[in-house]
């Protein structure tokens, strides 16, 4: 079978948060940084067939100590970028075919990865959706009248729903999406990378909805709560 190509964004310095080290890093009550617990899921859904990238830049070092055998892309520009030039990075080292990614802060259910997977195998470009809740401070989305993402932003008005961190684009969409991360500003978020492929080039972006399932990005303390408690209910996952 084709390998998966997988890309985690772990260059951030997660200032939010308040630790001394990278936001990948922190330890949830398992004992486990959340950067263990994204390779474990990742490991047990594609097993073999996994090929991981880890974007460092902030204490890179510490990231590549806590992962030593994967493949690693440097964002030399850490401090003064955002999520859009570090998959700029990645997928400009990546091979042909889709990748999936995600940002090192989600804690989440593995079945997130299982959901995702025929678009991946079918090579569609896809975003992982909370449909339960819209917070303003949060990436959201709205859907063209093909049941595509047509907008997508934390600045969306009428969203339906979140989108969670964890994306796939198609091996065909790829060269459109790495013009709209080059175009992007800095402190660009990558959705806006996708926006702009929507936009520009007609990329079809699925929805995926993974309401029932939990995916939490850990901005702040609260959030780290709200991943822990999510993982103690659900004793089946990773």
């Known amino acids: 079978m084709d390998a998966v190509q997988a890309t985690i964004l772990a260059a951030g310095m997660g200032t939010r948060l ?39 830049g902030f204490k890179h070092e510490s990231v590549m100590e806590a992962v030593p055998d994967v493949l690693f892309a440097y964002n030399e520009n850490f401090d003064r970028t955002n999520t859009c030039k570090s998959l700029l990075k990645a997928l400009r080292s990546s091979h042909d075919g889709p990748v999936l990614w995600m940002n090192g802060d989600v804690v989440f259910d593995p079945e997130v990865l299982r959901r995702l997977q025929p678009y991946l195998d079918g090579d569609h470009s896809a975003i992982a959706v909370n449909t339960s ?36 684009i198609a091996g065909v969409d790829k060269p459109a999406l790495l013009r709209g991360l080059e175009d992007c500003d800095d402190q660009d978020y990558f959705e806006r990378g996708i926006q702009l492929a929507v936009e520009r080039d007609g990329v079809r972006v699925a929805a995926v909805d993974i309401s029932d399932l939990f995916a939490v990005e850990v901005d702040f303390e609260e959030d780290l709560t709200r991943a822990n408690a999510a993982r103690r209910a659900d004793p089946t996952a990773q």
């Open 133 to 168: 809740a819209v917070a303003d401070e949060e990436v959201k989305y709205t859907l063209d009248d093909e049941g595509f993402v047509k907008e997508l932003s934390k600045t969306v008005v009428g969203g339906l729903g979140e989108s969670v961190g964890i994306n796939v």
């Open 18 to 56: 308040g630790r001394p080290f990278p936001k990948p890093l922190t330890p949830l009550e398992d004992g486990r940084s959340i950067l263990a617990q994204q390779l474990a899921n990742l490991t047990a859904v594609f097993g073999d067939r996994l090929r991981l990238t880890v974007v460092v």
